[in-house]
């Protein structure tokens, strides 16, 4: 079945995983600009980041039919040095016009802090201005109730914000509902072991239905498999949803979310070619 | 729903099981920890009073501590006992609820603590 990693951390993984992941059926992917593990000394860095998600990465997954997408923004983790984060922001405009390019993220809060905070609402001012879509980073563990809701009030007291331009990551049991209820898109992200399984996802998905929701895989440099999306579609059919039920979220869900960016259509229209 | 409770229930029986019996088993390395760790401390202090007679375990806080029985004072400990009696209620809503417990607290007031400015 044909479906599209809607978050995914490429430049983790190796050509091999590409190969892995166009057998499965995937199509296309979008990859957020994350942490790398260690905060990076200098703007230049981050250049270099820029460079390889909008060059680099996208050539890689051409090789195997797959459509490459990316985000950008400096991540939370390393949002507790405003004033890197502050040089950061001011470089990004460079790259928003490469082709690949959809819009800031993944932005969000790791520790809820009030630097993460002000950090957060520098780059979302940025995508006002540039009139860029954007996708959210909930904090993991403890921290992701409490950060989630910080999210969701900062986005919903800025009247410029439409929240169906606005993918919410990482959600689980207890912070999908008022994502979806404040009109926003929400992601489930996926991870073999401590998060959320395909097994949740699934009852997510019977849960909430699907509108507005779509399922990711992360597959970052930590422990995490990047054919997740493929397990969740056979435990969706193993437990007897019907096709239309499981492409709506692997496919038709994040395609009719990219859409909104001009960039995206293109794309896609040569992929159903 | 596609599949009936009796269906999920049999499917998902193995599951259920494997991951409760995981607990167990963290729960009982808790315990032979902490056991041992008693009795170690018992032994050292017979060594030091010679008076043969183990020390209760709840007789300081520090006894206590040495002798491992404080991890069953250890929030986190609280947080898995108060997670089992969700568990075992008989109200719905449990993976959620769960998550609350072992989540951090929301204070709406946050923005004006922060002192972040308003839109
Ligand atoms: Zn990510």
């Given at each position: 079945m044909d479906y599209i990693d809607p978050h995914i951390h490429m430049v983790s993984r190796t050509t091999d995983d590409y190969e892995t992941l166009a057998k499965m059926g995937c199509v296309a992917m979008s990859e957020p600009a994350f942490w790398a593990g260690f905060d990076r000394g200098s703007v230049e860095s981050f250049r270099d980041y820029f460079r390889q998600l909008t060059d680099f990465e996208p050539k890689r997954a051409a090789q195997y039919g797959i459509r490459h997408y990316t985000w950008?923004?400096?991540?939370?983790?390393?949002?507790?040095?405003?004033?890197l984060s502050r040089e950061v922001i001011a470089m990004i405009p460079e790259f928003l016009d490469a082709p690949n390019v959809l819009g800031i993220g993944e932005i969000g809060l790791n520790k809820n802090t009030r630097n993460e905070a002000t950090i957060f609402l520098e780059h979302?001012?940025?995508?006002?201005?540039?009139?860029?879509?954007?996708?959210?980073?909930?904090?993991?563990?403890?921290?992701?109730?409490?950060?989630?809701r910080m999210i969701l009030d900062m986005l919903t007291q800025d009247s410029r914000i439409d929240p169906s331009r606005v993918l919410v990551d990482h959600v689980e049991e207890h912070t999908i509902r008022e994502v979806l209820d404040r009109g926003f898109w929400a992601g489930m992200t996926m991870y073999p072991i401590s998060k959320c399984t395909p097994q949740r996802a699934a009852d997510m998905i019977e849960t909430y239905g699907t509108e507005r929701l779509m399922a990711?895989?992360?597959?970052?440099w930590g422990p995490s498999k990047p054919t997740a999306i493929p397990d969740l579609i056979l435990e969706l059919k193993q437990r007897g949803h019907p096709r239309a039920l499981i492409e709506k979220i692997v496919y038709q869900n994040p395609n009719q979310f990219f859409q909104q960016s001009q960039k995206w259509k293109s794309i896609v229209d040569e992929v159903n070619r | 729903m596609v599949r009936s409770p009796q269906q999920i229930l049999q499917n998902?029986?193995?599951?259920?099981?494997?991951?409760?019996?995981?607990?167990?088993?963290?729960?009982?390395?808790?315990?032979?920890?902490?056991?041992?760790?008693?009795?170690?401390?018992a032994k050292q202090s017979t060594l030091n009073t010679g008076s043969g007679v183990p020390p209760r375990?709840?007789?300081?806080?520090?006894?206590s501590a040495s002798s491992?029985?404080?991890?069953?004072?250890?929030?986190?400990?609280?947080?898995?006992?108060?997670?089992?009696?969700?568990?075992?209620?008989?109200?719905?809503?449990?993976?959620?609820?769960?998550?609350?417990?072992?989540?951090?607290?929301?204070?709406?007031?946050w923005m004006q603590q922060f002192q972040l400015p308003a839109n």
């Open positions: 950008l923004c400096i991540n939370a983790k390393e949002a507790e040095n405003v004033s979302v001012e940025l995508a006002v201005k540039y009139n860029q879509q954007i996708l959210i980073h909930t904090p993991h563990l403890e921290d992701k109730y409490q950060g989630t990711n895989s992360a597959g970052d | 998902d029986y193995l599951i259920a099981r494997a991951k409760i019996i995981e607990v167990a088993a963290v729960l009982d390395r808790i315990d032979r920890a902490a056991a041992s760790s008693a009795e170690a401390h375990s709840d007789a300081s806080p520090e006894a491992g029985n404080a991890v069953y004072s250890d929030p986190s400990y609280q947080k898995i006992q108060n997670a089992i009696a969700i568990l075992s209620d008989r109200l719905p809503d449990k993976t959620r609820r769960i998550q609350e417990l072992l989540s951090r607290p929301y204070t709406p007031d």
